[in-house]
């Protein structure tokens, strides 16, 4: 085998297990959504389980392309592209953090169903869900046309987290004794936003990868941010 | 100047553009709490001009890494440093967004200091800027002892997460009419605890690079947080 041949096989190889590094942090959105739906709790020793697998990956991955890097010297272009898997692995780690943050607050649903009726967040989980397979798929095809549709849905997330802290205010203001409860939503709401956070952070580096425009500073997450409202 | 020698100097360039960035990263902590001390709702936007200064500042220590990598091809351990250096970096400027997001709010406190008088959430952002100076010095030091330092300060954090968690929750039920500003509170403490953790994620890229014990899954911050009160 020639050694570029061979070099491509690696590449492959590695982006084999970023998808598959993927399909489980997806797994674990989809537990939790699960979860939350027949408001059963045991699903969280599940999701905790998968996120161990997820963490185990993301170092496996890293040392994988430090010695791609070392072995093969790659040129420019496949270095970034090496880079970006480091960074994309990164982000995928932390949306295993929050959907396991997530599933520990499914108890708290089975005791208070009045408060979950009042909003719609496996909907939001929905979202984020699709948001996370359309960043994987612009990575895997170098597709900046859905890599910038990740970036509008990111604004739709944003809106659906200020409706819930809003909705849950006036709840609380009118059912003070169903505080905790009301916390909770705002915070899995949160938690969900920070997880498309994530796949924007996917787009934006493909984007970046495929066209050399930095959209990372610029629309970038914080700049988006100063512009809505502080919740 | 031989070739090692110049390789040296590059390294040591990247050194001191990341101590720069890191130090704009400290002085947005720094602006955050005089402005909460002052109530100076004012002082947010310097904030965000550091904030993009810093966004700015990721970018072309990335791009200088990736040239370095590519024109070096740097050895396993040379290379580590440099893909733990991209790490940082995106560690920082998060750091950063979160320094930015509260800043946002401190035109709250103005309104409700009595709010504001119930916690002591200077002390909470003290103990979160001496733990990303001491990750930093880590780093710079190579410094394990000082790192594992950071990483028991960040049990700290949590607890004082918790304890504002708590008594605003306390608070809300006596006092419906300032669930906002007792809101506020809460997730400022969270903004500082998420601060918190990007120091702990440094901490513990020293310790791997340092020892090759791998403490970021295992006693890994996700790890750690199945433990504690899941707010």
Do not use: W
């Amino acid at each position: 085998m020639k050694p570029r041949e061979h070099f491509d096989r690696e590449l492959q190889q590695l982006s084999d297990s970023i998808m598959l590094m993927a399909s489980r942090v997806e797994e674990e959105l989809s537990i939790v959504l699960a979860a939350y739906e027949r408001l059963d709790p045991t699903l969280a020793s599940v999701v905790s389980d998968l996120d161990r697998q997820v963490n185990k990956m993301r170092f496996e991955i890293e040392e994988r392309c430090i010695l791609l890097i070392a072995k093969q010297q790659p040129t420019a272009r496949d270095l970034r592209l090496i880079i970006a898997s480091l960074n994309m692995i990164v982000d995928l780690e932390r949306m295993g953090d929050q959907a396991m943050n997530i599933s520990y607050n499914v108890g708290h649903y089975r005791a208070d169903g009045e408060v979950t009726m009042q909003l719609n967040l496996p909907s939001m989980a929905v979202l984020v869900k699709n948001m996370v397979r359309e960043a994987l798929d612009a990575f895997m095809k170098d597709d900046v046309v859905l890599a910038e549709k990740v970036l509008q849905s990111d604004d739709a997330v944003d809106q659906f987290k200020n409706n819930v802290f809003n909705k849950m205010v006036e709840y609380m203001k009118s059912h003070p004794d169903r505080i905790e409860s009301a916390l909770d939503m705002i915070l899995i709401a949160r938690n969900l936003e920070r997880m498309a956070d994530h796949a924007t952070n996917i787009a934006e580096d493909v984007i970046f990868a495929c066209t050399g425009e930095d959209v990372r500073h610029g629309v970038g997450k914080a700049a988006r941010e100063a512009q809505e409202k502080p919740n």
